[in-house]
C-alpha cells in the first residue's frame, strides 16, 4: 500500500500527502526532492522542523573529509529555510494550531507545493502556499515562491537567505566560506573545499508588493541572510520570490558572479511563472519519448510509474561523462553518493533504450574509470582492469572498508563487497553491449569500448583460478549480489557474467582483427602479447565452469549454498518493517551460514540471460530461491518481476512489479529517508518494458515478446533503436511499430518470433 494520494489533472500526475503526519517528514523530504540531474533539493518545509533533515546535493560534488573518511557527496548550504513572521508572531508547523496540511508532488514537473492552513496566537485564518522546482530548462537555478493570505491584514516578515550550517550528519567539508552581497540585493556565498572544488550559491528575492523598508541584509556564521518585511491586505495573496543559482568545480570553470547576477536578474524579470512554462517546456520535450502509455492501469499505477521516470531524470547527469547516477540519486546522504553496479543494470536500460546519448555517457564515465580499476586489479594481483564496487567521482574504489561500530562489542565489522564483490567488471560490460546492440555505435567500441572489452577479459582470467583435478576454471572466494552470503566459490552470477564478458571480448576482439586490421594492430601495439591474450580469453572460455541445474532443477547459487541450513522462522523477517532485521537476531558470520538470501542472486542470472534457461527451470529457481529471499535490497523485487515475466507467469511477475512499485512510497515511514533506492525505480521501467513488453536488444533486431498483465490492454512507449525513435504499441491482439521519421537505417523487429525488417508502420 502507498502512503500518498494520487490525482490526475490536466493530463499532470500528482502525489500527495494530505496530513502533517510528522513520522512520514523525512521520507517525503526525500520522495518530493526537486531534482533536474544537476541538483537534487531535498523537500523539507521552509520554516524549520524538528524532524527536518534538509540537504541539497549536487552532481559530482564529492569531497573526502579526512584520511579515515571516503569521499562522499556533499551536502550544500540550504536555500529553501525560510522564517516567517506573522505580525511578529513566527510561523512553527511543530507549534502552531494548523488547520489544514497538504503538500504534492507534480510528478512531471517535479514541481512542489504545500498548502499550509493555521492559526498563530494573535493572527487567524493563515494560508501559505509555497512552490518550487529545479529548472530543467537552466538546470542550475532553482525557482521558489510562497504566498501568504490571511483574514486580517498582516505585516509579514521573511529571513532567507543560504545557510552553510549544513553538514553531512556533522561532518563538514567546506574549508573558507565567503558570503556577500551584490547591488544590494543578490546575497553570495563561495565555499572551498581543500582541494580546490567551489561551491557557490547566489540568491536573489523580491515580492509582488513593496517592500516596508530596505531589505536588512546580516551574516551568521557561514550563512547570510537578508530580512524582509511587507504589509498585506486581509485576503489578498502577498507573494514572495526566491531564485538561486547555484554552481560547482574549480575557480576555473565556474561561473562567475556578474554572469550569474544577469541570470537571476532576468529570473526576477521574467517570473515565477514563466520560468515554470520553460521549465515544463524543456521537460515535454523529455516526456514526449519517456512517458509510458498504458490502458487499463490503475491511476495509482500510472503515477508510481511516473514518479519513477521523472526521478530517473532527476537522478543522472544526463548532459555529461565526468559523473554518473548514485545509489540514492541527489536526494539523500544514503551510500555516501556513491555509485554502484545499480547505475549500469538497473538504471542504464531506459536509458540505453529511449535516450542512448545519455548511456553513451554513462558509460564512457566507466572509460574514465578504467585508471581506478587498473589500480584496483594490481592492488588485489591481478592484471586488467577490476572496477571497484563503489565510485565517486574519480573511478578508484570507495567502498568503506568497515562498517559502523557495534555498539556492543566496539569494533567494525570489515565490508566484504568493496573487497570480493567482482561481478560488476562484468555488469559494465554487460550494459556496454547491450548499449552497442541497440545503437550499433562501432564509434564508442573505436573511442571506448574495445579499450574496456580487452582490459576486463584480461583481468577475469587472472582472478579464475585454473583446478587442474577438475581441468576447469574456478572462481574463488567472491560474493555475488546476494550480500548475506560472502566468501563462496563459483557463485552463477559471478560466472555467468564473467563467461559472458569474455566471449563478449573475444568475439569482438577476433573480429576485429579480419574486419578492422588498422584497428587491431594499434591494439596489438599497445598490448604486445595481444595474440595470447586472445588464445587465453578462448580457454577461458572453453574451461570456466557454470553452475548447471541439478536433478531437482535448481541451480546452486555457489557451490556451497545448498547444503547450508535453512534460516528457521524465516518467514518472521520477510514480513519484518524493519529492513535487514535477521540481522538483530543473527550475527554476519550465523547468516553467512545459512540459506538466506538479502536480495535476487540467481533470479538476476535468470533475468540476465534469459535464452540459456527453460521455462522450468527459470519457474522452479525462481520459487526456490524466492521461499529463501528476505528482499531486504530494494533491487531484489523488480529483479522477480523481470523473471517471471520471462516466462509468462505474469501474475506472479505482477505480483514483484506491484512490489518494486511500493519501494518509496510505501506506508513504512522509515525507508527511504536518506535517499530513494534508485536502482529500483529503474528496475520499475525494467519491469515494464524489458518484463511485460519482452523487449530485448540483439545484434541484428530488437525482440519483442509482450506478456502484459490481465487487466493491461494497451502499452505504448517509444524505443529508439539505431538512433531511430520507433513508437511501440502493444494490444491484447495485435502489435503496431511506428517509425517517428523515415528510416535511414535498417531496423528489425523480431515480434513473437519472426524477424521484420522496419521500412514503415507495421502492424502485427
Ligand atoms: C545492495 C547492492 C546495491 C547497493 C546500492 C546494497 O544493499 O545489496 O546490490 O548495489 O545496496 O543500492
Redo the contacts with the bound molecule.
Keep these: 500500500m502507498i502512503y500518498y494520494k494520487v490525482k490526475k489533472e490536466e493530463n499532470q500526475i500528482y502525489l500527495i500527502e494530505d496530513k502533517l503526519d510528522k513520522r512520514y517528514t523525512s521520507k517525503t523530504e526525500t520522495v518530493f526532492t526537486q531534482c533536474n540531474g544537476y541538483l537534487g533539493v531535498r523537500a523539507s518545509y521552509e520554516t524549520k522542523m524538528l524532524q527536518e533533515s534538509r540537504g541539497m546535493f549536487v552532481t559530482g560534488l564529492y569531497h573526502k573529509a579526512g584520511a579515515h573518511e571516503v569521499s562522499e557527496l556533499v551536502n550544500c548550504p540550504d536555500i529553501i529555510e525560510m522564517d516567517i513572521c506573522i505580525n511578529e508572531e513566527k510561523v512553527n508547523l511543530d507549534t502552531c494550531s494548523l488547520k489544514g496540511f497538504r503538500r504534492s508532488l507534480n510528478v512531471m514537473t517535479g514541481e512542489l507545493e504545500t498548502i499550509v492552513n493555521c492559526d498563530l496566537e494573535k493572527t487567524k485564518g493563515i494560508c501559505i502556499k509555497t512552490r518550487r522546482f529545479a529548472s530543467m530548462k537552466n538546470r542550475h537555478l532553482i525557482c521558489h515562491m510562497i504566498e501568504v493570505s490571511s483574514e486580517e491584514d498582516i505585516i509579514v516578515h521573511i529571513t532567507t537567505g543560504i545557510n552553510g550550517q549544513i553538514t553531512n550528519s556533522g561532518v563538514t567539508h567546506f574549508d573558507k566560506v565567503e558570503a556577500r552581497v551584490f547591488d544590494k540585493k543578490y546575497m553570495h556565498t563561495e565555499n572551498s573545499c581543500d582541494d580546490g572544488q567551489v561551491f557557490k550559491v547566489m540568491t536573489v528575492c523580491s515580492s509582488n508588493r513593496d517592500a516596508s523598508q530596505e531589505p536588512i541584509f546580516g551574516l551568521k556564521r557561514r550563512s547570510i541572510y537578508g530580512n524582509y518585511e511587507y504589509t498585506s491586505k486581509s485576503n489578498e495573496a502577498f507573494q514572495f520570490f526566491k531564485y538561486s543559482f547555484v554552481d560547482t568545480g574549480t575557480n576555473e570553470n565556474i561561473a562567475d558572479e556578474e554572469t550569474i547576477k544577469q541570470v537571476l536578474g532576468t529570473c526576477e524579470k521574467i517570473g515565477y511563472e514563466e520560468l515554470r512554462r520553460e521549465h515544463i517546456e524543456a521537460f515535454d520535450k523529455l516526456w514526449n519519448y519517456a512517458k509510458i502509455e498504458i490502458e487499463g492501469a490503475t491511476l495509482e499505477e500510472e503515477a508510481e510509474i511516473t514518479f519513477a521516470q521523472y526521478h530517473l531524470f532527476g537522478m543522472t547527469p544526463s548532459y555529461t561523462s565526468e559523473y554518473s547516477v548514485a545509489?540514492k540519486g541527489l536526494t539523500g546522504e544514503g551510500?555516501k553518493g556513491h555509485i554502484?553496479?545499480?547505475a549500469e543494470i538497473f538504471i542504464m536500460p531506459f536509458f540505453t533504450s529511449v535516450f542512448p546519448e545519455v548511456a553513451r555517457n554513462l558509460l564512457q564515465f566507466r572509460y574514465k574509470g578504467l585508471a581506478g580499476a587498473r589500480d584496483k586489479a594490481r592492488e588485489y594481483g591481478y592484471e586488467g582492469a577490476m572496477y571497484p564496487w563503489e565510485v565517486a567521482k574519480t573511478g578508484k574504489e570507495e567502498t568503506p572498508l568497515y562498517a559502523a561500530l557495534n555498539i556492543h562489542t566496539g569494533k567494525a565489522g570489515k565490508v566484504w563487497s568493496g573487497i570480493k564483490e567482482h561481478h560488476v567488471t562484468a555488469d559494465i560490460i554487460y550494459a556496454l553491449w547491450d548499449y552497442y546492440k541497440m545503437t550499433g555505435d562501432q564509434k564508442f567500441l573505436l573511442d571506448y569500448g574495445y579499450e574496456m572489452l580487452i582490459e576486463t577479459a584480461i583481468f577475469w582470467c587472472k582472478r579464475a583460478t585454473f583446478i587442474p583435478d577438475k581441468n576447469q576454471y574456478e572462481i574463488l572466494d567472491v560474493i555475488g549480489?546476494d550480500?548475506y552470503t560472502e566468501h563462496i566459490d563459483n557463485n552463477a552470477y559471478t560466472n555467468y557474467m564473467a563467461y559472458e564478458n569474455v566471449k563478449i571480448a573475444y568475439e569482438t576482439i577476433s573480429a576485429l582483427e579480419q574486419e578492422l586490421p588498422k584497428i587491431y594492430m594499434e591494439f596489438a601495439k599497445k598490448y604486445d602479447d595481444l595474440e595470447d591474450k586472445i588464445s587465453e580469453w578462448k580457454l577461458f572460455l572453453e574451461k570456466i565452469y557454470l553452475p548447471k541445474a541439478n536433478r531437482e532443477l535448481v541451480i546452486p547459487q555457489d557451490d556451497s549454498f545448498l547444503s547450508k541450513k535453512l534460516l528457521p522462522n524465516i518467514e518472521k523477517y520477510r514480513n519484518s518493517q524493519v529492513k535487514q532485521s535477521v540481522l538483530l537476531d543473527y550475527s554476519r558470520d550465523e547468516v553467512v551460514n545459512m540459506q538466506v538470501l538479502?536480495?535476487a542472486d540467481v533470479v538476476m542470472l535468470l533475468n540476465m540471460m534469459p535464452h540459456l534457461f527453460d521455462e522450468e527451470t527459470v519457474k522452479k529457481n525462481v520459487q526456490y530461491y524466492e521461499q529463501r529471499t528476505l528482499h531486504d535490497?530494494s533491487?531484489s523485487y523488480c529483479a522477480h518481476a523481470v523473471a517471471c515475466a520471462e516466462i509468462g507467469d505474469i501474475d506472479l511477475a505482477y505480483h514483484f512489479f506491484e512490489k518494486s512499485l511500493e519501494i518509496d512510497l510505501d506506508t513504512n515511514y522509515q525507508d527511504s529517508i536518506d535517499g530513494i533506492h534508485s536502482?529500483s525505480l529503474g528496475g520499475i521501467w525494467n519491469c515494464v518494458i524489458r518484463g511485460f513488453a519482452g523487449v530485448k536488444s540483439h545484434m541484428n533486431y530488437v525482440e519483442i515478446t509482450p506478456n502484459l498483465p490481465k487487466k493491461w490492454k494497451k502499452l505504448k512507449f517509444y524505443l529508439k533503436v539505431k538512433g531511430q525513435y520507433v513508437r511501440i504499441e502493444i494490444n491484447k491482439d495485435k502489435i503496431i511499430l511506428k517509425p517517428e521519421n523515415d528510416i535511414e537505417q535498417k531496423v528489425s523487429f523480431k515480434i513473437n518470433g519472426q524477424v521484420y525488417l522496419l521500412e514503415k508502420e507495421l502492424v502485427l
Excluded: C, R, T, V
Design positions: 545509489a551510500y554502484f553496479w545499480d549480489p550480500e538479502k536480495q535490497s533491487l536502482a
